[in-house]
């Protein structure tokens, strides 16, 4: 079963600071990625998704995300951040063969004035 | 549209109580999922239905069941409630048919449930 590990439970950054949120997949076929968001008390939203193509996804809200075979990877980015980026950031992999998506453990963003 | 409506929103139930989460859709999609929501754990799927008339176990199954009543509704019971199950539970769905692996997940807002 193909999985998704995110690097670093809490990140902070400054207001206007780059944000960094890292994904690693495990995959021997081309996956099919996704970053949700899910802002205090509510469900989870899609930011962005990578499918065949562009390795370089855009997504809502300035976010976003580049699929790199070599480093198995699909990090999350946004050149400045603002305060209204605090969330959780959730990378998940829509898994070959089944209907399942598998989520991993999220990232915490908190943005700092 | 309402999208994915989850009701309760809260529950509180006592050890060994049983009580079922009802979730449906309005989208007309044939994909179901029930995911719980653990600090520290992200989302782990319980229960999924591709679609009407199926279902079938995810990660973490044990002590819930599935009913996929009809392409709209989507439950999930807990027969025996115990202080593990205590979580934030969501429900998602998907237009998804086949080898649509791209297809987005919609989720509801979720059902706060704690097992004294």
């Known amino acids: 079963a193909q999985s998704v590990t995110q690097l670093g439970s809490h990140v902070s950054v400054s207001e206007g600071a780059l944000v960094l949120l890292r994904c690693n997949y495990s995959?021997?076929?081309?996956?099919?990625l996704f970053w949700y968001v899910q802002y205090p008390n509510q469900g989870l939203q899609l930011l962005l998704k990578y499918t065949t193509g562009a390795t370089l996804v855009k997504g809502i809200n300035g976010f976003e995300a580049e699929f790199k075979k070599s480093e198995t990877s699909f990090h999350l980015t946004k050149p400045s951040a603002h305060m209204s980026d605090a969330a959780e950031y959730f990378c998940a992999v829509s898994d070959m063969g089944t209907y399942k998506y598998i989520f991993g453990t999220g990232t915490r963003l908190k943005v700092l004035a | 549209n309402a999208g994915v409506t989850q009701t309760p929103k809260f529950q509180v139930l006592k050890t060994g109580q049983s009580m079922t989460l009802q979730c449906a859709q309005d989208m007309n999609h044939n994909s179901m999922y029930w995911y719980r929501q653990d600090p520290g754990m992200g989302l782990r799927l319980i229960y999924y239905s591709a679609s009407e008339g199926t279902t079938d176990k995810g990660e973490v199954p044990n002590g819930y069941n599935v009913s996929r009543l009809n392409k709209r509704e989507f439950s999930l019971r807990l027969e025996s409630a115990a202080p593990s199950q205590t979580s934030v539970y969501f429900c998602?769905?998907?237009?998804?048919?086949?080898?649509?692996?791209?297809?987005?997940?919609?989720f509801g807002s979720g059902t706060q449930l704690s097992v004294l």
């Open positions: 995959s021997s076929v081309p996956p099919y």
């Open positions: 998602a769905s998907t237009p998804r048919a086949s080898q649509d692996y791209n297809e987005k997940l919609f």
